[in-house]
T-cell receptor, first 115, second 114 residues
């Protein structure tokens, strides 16, 4: 199967701190990874697309300096929420796509709560 | 601007009956559509997809129908089982973005009543 993991699954932090979320494809190589955000009872909103070894492409309205994305290898992408504020509290989900294309496989998500 | 819409936020169906989830889209450039199932605090899992060159795709208890002229697709689950209770998202992709970028609907919470 195609398994994508995220770590941590849940994080609570103080306002002003930075939080790093990891997304790993465990049994396949992912040239492309995607980061989504979901507010309660709302749709998954694509934040950015990251390709291994290159800069991420951010969706309109997403601050690249606030949401730092690094796709250092074919199995790992990280999202760092810098200087987090309560309004950044959300469910963050990553997905990964195989090098040869096809569907996206989603991670289990990370619940971020900023106090 | 919500390009993919699921107008029913919730749906309750008796076990054994057919569940029909609907999805409408506005972007005529979408050419590939997917349905995902999501449990609370988990990521979505892929269910079934359909290309715009087809009007029906079937996989076991799940069938997706696509009406391009109406820009409408639906997911049929028959027979419905208690384990089908979850939130269902439809998603669409645009070939202009290499079919990489998925646009999701707002989801429909399906509850199967035993």
């Amino acid at each position: 199967g195609a398994v994508v993991s995220q770590h941590p699954s849940r994080v609570i932090c103080k306002s002003g701190t930075s939080v790093k979320i990891e997304c790993r494809s465990l049994d396949f190589q992912a040239t492309t990874m995607f980061w989504y955000r979901q507010f309660p009872k709302q749709s998954l909103m694509l934040m950015a697309t990251s390709n291994e070894g290159s800069k991420a492409t951010y969706e309109q309205g997403v601050e690249k300096d606030k949401f730092l994305i690094n796709h250092a290898s074919l199995t790992l992408s990280t999202l760092t929420v810098t200087s987090a504020h309560p309004e950044d509290s959300s469910f963050y989900i990553c997905s990964a796509r195989r090098a040869e294309g096809g569907e996206q496989f989603f991670g289990p998500g990370t619940r971020l709560t900023v106090l | 601007d919500q390009q993919v819409k699921q107008n029913s936020p919730s749906l309750s169906v008796q076990e054994g009956r057919i569940s029909i989830l609907n999805c409408d889209y506005t972007n005529s450039m979408f050419d590939y559509f997917l349905w995902y199932k999501k449990y609370p605090a988990e990521g979505p899992t892929f269910l079934i997809s359909i290309s715009s060159i087809k009007d029906k795709n079937e996989d076991g208890r799940f069938t997706v129908f696509l009406n391009k002229s109406a820009k409408h697709l639906s997911l049929h689950i028959v027979p419905s089982q208690p384990g089908d209770s979850a939130v269902y998202f439809c998603a669409a992709s645009d070939p202009n973005f290499g079919n990489e970028k998925l646009t999701f609907g707002t989801g429909t919470r399906l509850t199967i009543i035993p």
